[in-house]
């Protein structure tokens, strides 16, 4: 099994493969409407801007099990991202990232890219993993990070 083996809904109600994004560096990103890190939307198009034309993309992932944060529908948080922060990178629906109903995609990711102490949970919004053009997952960042810091990692991995 890897990354591309799943199918994910878009934030229109889509069923999408991850097929569709071999050979491209992915940042797959739990995001908030609510949070105090939601303003790395902007780091993130930031990101998706640079570097979609070397193979690069962001996935976001809206999700609701931290302090409820996102409590909005997937077309009101759609409408947020592109009103509030011009986002054109893929949205997909909001999932649950933890727990007995976590979507495979993160339970995936846990499992692969364990984090702080070894504990799988995501600990918060805005938790970002890195997958380069293979479909390995390279690293985990955590909510803190702040999207222009992986700038090297990501520049590495479209090296390649």
Known sequence: MDIYDFNVQSIDAK????????GKVLLIVNVASECGFTPQYEGLE?????????GFMVLGFPSNQFGSQEPKSNEEIKFFCQGTYDVHFDMFAKIDVNGDNADPLYKYLKEEQG???GLDSIKWNFTKFLVDREGNIIDRFASMTKPKDLKPSIEKLLAK
């Open 115 to 117: 984090g702080f102490l």
């Open 15 to 22: 069923s999408i493969s991850l097929e569709k994004y071999k």
């Open 46 to 54: 930031e990101l998706y801007q640079e570097y979609k034309e070397q």
